[in-house]
């Protein structure tokens, strides 16, 4: 019988609503809504990242429903989006930070799309539609988070004794890099906007893996013996690792 009453649960249970977009404070936003049995009232807030809504959904609540109370939340979805620091956009003008530091984005004509950055500005050229030049700065980045991951994953690896197989840059959100079984790494490219001891510590801890496939005292006794900025970096993270997921790509 309680075999029974799951399965008719399971067959009369809710669609997953489908998510919508709001502007607020001159961003659109993605709207994810998350039915939930237990919930008693609508409930809304932003994401980790402060890019997007989530709302979440009693049983017998409409998504138009929902959709409504979030349009009302405007206000305070730019209330908090101000207090987090607002989104960064790959555009001319905007300040983006590079290996920590803060670089003016500036389009500079007849560089044929070649980016190059000096000590605080990055420099573009690229023709037509903004979104090329959005394109090219990413790529941009995305190759100097491989170059610069690379070099620190080869290092950590002749140090602790280790082979990788190869290196994969992602948009990873819920980490910042892993270590497959079979001996691949995988970085979010946006280390390449954090300090370069955080980088440096993302590809020690993702080596270690490649030895110790756990979090075990072993493990962090290897990190810290060759990364003695472990501590530091993981201390930035917590702070403000969610800053960079703020770069609008």
Known sequence: MIGLLRSLQRTVAPKPL??????????????VFRRHAQARRLVLRLNATGTGVLVTVPRDVSRARALEFAERSRSWIEDHMKARGGLTHLADGAA?????????????????????????RL???????????????HDFLKAEARADLTKASAKYAALMGVKFRRIAIRDQRSRWGSCSASGDLSYSWRLILAPGYVLDYVAAHEVAHLRHLDHSPRFWRLVRTHCPDAARARNWLRLHGQDVHRVVV
Not at 101 to 110: A, K, L, M, N, Y
């Open 123 to 137: 420099y573009i050229d690229v023709p037509g539609d903004p979104a090329h030049l959005k394109r090219r700065l």
């Open 96 to 120: 983006l930070p590079l290996r920590g530091i803060e670089h003016d984005i500036r389009h500079v004509p007849g560089r044929r799309g070649v980016v190059t950055a000096d000590r605080d």
């Open 18 to 31: 489908e998510p919508s977009r709001l502007l607020a404070g001159g961003e659109v936003l993605e709207v």
